[in-house]
């Protein structure tokens, strides 16, 4: 429970970040960064989904024995 | 239990319908990331008391002498349907209406798939009764 609803608080933190740090880059000047720290952003985020997702099609697999 | 558990989900839920509202006009694409992770989060929670059901109905089909195949395959169905439920419900979140209508022809195709056998089955049997 404790580890699921901290990863729900890390994603919106990090698109939070993201959306910061696109803002500021953006009005920096630094487009080109701008877009690379948001591509980051959602690959970090990405990664933790899928190891999500595949957890719960495991789990979805072990409960109705589809294998 | 189960009271504290529903009280433990909405509350879950409710925190990521905040930040999902709050996230989606900053970065939409990771609004669509932190929904998808709080469905998965939701299901996970309650994924053991599925499994605790399951169970008692496999025993009560034991003991009622149905066929153990046709049970498992009832329960495959299941989770294929929830599956590709889940899947077609993450694409139209996305604005993906055609890929979650495909997602959903994958799903039903392979349910027909399982439940071949049983038609046929169910025709011998019919087959066995005629003259």
Redesign the interface.
Known sequence: ?GA??D???K??G???L??VL?AVLEHAGKKEQAHLA?LA??AI??I??VQ??G???D????????F | MAALEIVQIVGLALVAAVLVVVLRPLRPELALLLSVAAGVVLFLLVVDKVAAVVGVMRELAGRAGVNALYLGLILKIVGIAYIAEFGAQVCRDAGEGALAAKVELAGKVLVLVLAVPVLVAVLDTLLALLP
């Open positions: 429970m699921n609803i990863l729900i608080l994603i919106a990090v698109g939070i993201t959306a696109h948001t952003g959602v985020v990405l933790w989904v999500l997702l957890n719960l099609f789990q979805v697999k072990s409960v109705f024995r589809l």
